[in-house]
């Protein structure tokens, strides 16, 4: 009997287990009840169902069967495998109260919870607390540290923890090279991603498929699809099958290159294994289409997905929405968006940004500011993405003293609300100026100072549009006092995060900041109409 609620178990069959149960319970001697019990909690944690696993810790406190440290380790990680660190730290919590000593099973619940909540402050916590208990951490424990940072993005400290644990006698296992690997290919380190297989190897550990789907993902992050060919054909050369998740890749990176006939080689290729595509197979095929231009054929795909019976989510509409942004067409981008609403996707900031970057591109910027109002009563928090749009929608309509103003109050609003402008943002704004029916020199060279002021690199669209304003020989006048190397901008293109171009003087950078203050008191005055009327006649009295 206890067999069959065991294999229901594993899975995840949580109706079953529990019918199973049921019609067991009654003949358990009463010291096994709780094995019973706990293997029935064992189905909610493999079919990651927290609040039926609370609905099962309440039958077993009714029927009288003792709670053990495994029936909260179990309850530990239903809780972290849907998601819920707030329901985990309960289970432990309740735990505690009972005076039951945490284990290592419920220490790994915790971990896991913390990495699936991207929260890399309560992993450290968790870890902190099993050391204090005097747990010894295993590959495991080291695994989920390791995908807590990298799920935030931080490759780095990822990094860091695996080297510290490993100086500790843990030994790493396939799982936690496929998670740095992982790691390493979302920021776009293909060399880095790389860099782990040959210590797997020393390690006599085989890297599986999950392995070289790592290392085809990292390579079509990278858009590189020699690397990404590369990488597929040694999967075969270990004789590993492909899966959906390889295909998905590989679609991805002809995707980024806005290949379409790439894209449909790999997808037919797929099929030919017999491999069913996915949602995400899907929507990496719409996305080749949406770059490329090919709007139709997003529909195209779009319509092929729904007759396969898959479900669009919330990236298949943001793509379709986003396709519409070269066209300007509205109409078809809230058709898209009207049918998310028909399906119960729910919209999120990507949608909102890309319907606001359809309005912004067909010049509706009425359209836009109204999306941008929808964005917050959705309860969602704009972006610098947000913002870039509706300065660069302002920036390009017709020239006008309106629309320059009003690039410049989004502007002033993006910084109000704690998001610091990147070039991008500094380049629309410019622009703007640039197009003002009337001469904004001084404000422009102002805008210019505060960049170098508050360490943001000019590229060379900087001072293409500056010059367009103030004139070349002014501009280089201004890169010369600022300590910019206006010729390596001009050969570079630009400056990324990585080049710094400029190195203001402390006496220049003092200067800088009196003129940033003064800006500041300038954007203020541009959040009203008033403000800006008084502004104009001040500058008509000046001239």
């Known amino acids: 009997g206890l067999r069959m609620v065991n294999a229901s178990a594993k899975v995840g069959d949580v109706d079953a287990a529990l019918r199973q149960a049921r019609a067991l319970d009654a003949h358990m001697p009463a010291a096994k009840r709780h094995v019973l019990w706990n293997t029935v909690l064992k189905a909610c944690s493999n079919a990651s169902a927290c609040s039926k696993a609370s609905e099962v810790f309440a039958e077993l406190t009714s029927r009288r069967a003792a709670a053990t440290p495994r029936t909260f380790g179990k309850l530990a990680t239903a809780a972290a495998r849907s998601g ?65 940072f990298a799920k935030e993005g931080r490759y780095s400290e990822a990094e860091r923890w695996f080297d510290r644990l490993v100086s500790m006698s843990v030994s790493p296992n396939v799982w936690t090279f496929n998670t740095l690997i992982s790691a390493a290919g979302r920021t776009g380190n293909l060399k880095a991603a790389e860099s782990w297989l040959p210590r797997m190897v020393e390690l006599a550990l085989e890297p599986d498929a999950a392995t070289y789907n790592a290392l085809v993902y990292a390579a079509a992050k990278r858009e590189d699809m020699q690397a990404a060919q590369k990488w597929f054909s040694q999967m075969a050369k270990h004789s590993l099958q492909p899966t959906a998740p ?7 990176a002809a995707a980024r290159s806005g290949s379409i006939p790439s894209a449909s080689k790999w997808f037919s290729n797929m099929l030919e294994l017999r491999i069913s595509p996915d949602t995400l197979t899907y929507n990496a095929l719409l996305d080749a289409a949406a770059k490329s231009g090919d709007t139709t054929a997003a529909e195209g795909w ?19 929405i986003n396709s519409q942004v070269k066209a300007a067409n509205v109409k078809t981008a809230l058709r898209w968006f009207s049918r998310m609403a028909e399906s119960r996707v729910q919209p999120d900031l990507v949608s ?42 302002f920036a390009q309509l017709d020239p006008s003293a309106e629309s320059t103003h009003k690039a410049e109050e989004w502007f002033s609003r993006m910084e109000s609300n704690g998001i610091r402008a990147t070039v991008i943002q500094y380049n629309q704004l410019l622009a703007a100026l640039w197009k003002s029916p009337t001469p904004r020199r001084q404000d422009a060279e102002e805008i210019f100072r505060r960049m170098v002021a508050t360490s943001v690199p000019p590229s060379r669209i900087t001072l293409r549009t500056l010059g367009g304003i103030l004139g070349g020989h002014a501009v280089s006048r201004l890169c010369r006092e600022l300590g910019i190397d206006e010729g390596a901008l001009a050969r570079d293109g630009g400056a990324g995060p990585q080049k710094r171009l400029f190195s203001p003087a402390p006496a220049q950078t003092a200067a800088c900041n009196s003129r940033v203050k003064r800006v500041s008191r300038l954007s203020a005055e541009l959040m009203d109409r008033r403000g800006f009327a008084a502004l104009a006649r001040r500058r008509k009295c000046c001239a």
């Not at 619940?109 to 295993?138: I, V």
């Not at 970057?357 to 947000?386: F, H, W």
């Open 352 to 393: 909102f940004n890309s319907l606001i970057n359809v309005y912004s591109a067909a010049g509706n910027m009425l359209g836009a500011e109204g999306c941008m109002s929808s964005l917050r009563d959705a309860s969602l928090t704009p972006d610098i993405r947000s913002y870039g749009a509706l300065i660069n929608g």
């Open 84 to 148: 819920s660190l707030s329901a985990a730290e309960g289970w432990l919590q309740e735990m505690q109260r009972r005076d039951l000593q945490p284990d290592i099973v419920l220490y790994h619940a915790m971990l896991d919870a913390a990495a699936k909540a991207h929260d890399t402050s309560a992993a450290e916590k968790w870890y902190a607390e099993m050391s204090r208990a005097r747990c010894r951490p295993d590959a495991l424990t080291l695994t989920s540290l390791v995908d807590s």
């Open 302 to 320: 779009y319509r092929e997905m729904r007759e396969a019976n898959l479900e669009p989510d919330v990236v298949t509409y943001n793509v379709l």
């Open 246 to 252: 390889t295909y998905n890749s590989l679609i991805s």
